[in-house]
């Protein structure tokens, strides 16, 4: 490895979904793409299994309590420049919620809601509108 490059950074993030078809997103407190709408994630801590980090930070930024059995894997994002902080590999996850799940900011959340997905807001931070889309789509 050469002192330009740095090793990925892994993260894990969370399409929580109703069945009549929202998504649940955070409003970021911090850079980058602070006041942007994001999944709920973060890093992977240590030897953590990433979809235990998914469940992890779903708890911490939302308040909402799923079991790691109930996370599907839909993908792992790592496009170089998807993440202006550098090289960032992020696993995603799914998870179906009930409807009526009522979610609280924690975390560096500042505000946690629901959201259509098909009316997503025009400011979503990194690729996560991508992620979402991945998601929702069938055969993706």
Known sequence: MTDTE????????????TREGDVLLVERSRPPFEGA?????GHVD???APF?????ELAEET????????FHQIGVWDRAGRDPRGAYVT???MVIV??????????????ARWWPVKNLPE???FDHADIIGAAVTPNS
């Open 123 to 125: 400011n979503m931070a």
């Open 46 to 48: 240590g030897k953590e």
């Open 37 to 41: 709408w994001a999944l709920p994630g």
């Open 63 to 70: 308040g909402v309590q799923v079991s790691v059995g109930r």
């Open 98 to 111: 009930p409807d009526g799940t009522m979610p609280v900011a924690g975390g560096d959340a500042r505000t």
């Open 52 to 56: 235990v980090t998914a469940a992890r």
């Open 6 to 17: 740095t090793e990925p950074i892994y993260t894990a993030d969370v399409v929580a979904l």
């Open 91 to 93: 696993f995603a996850y």
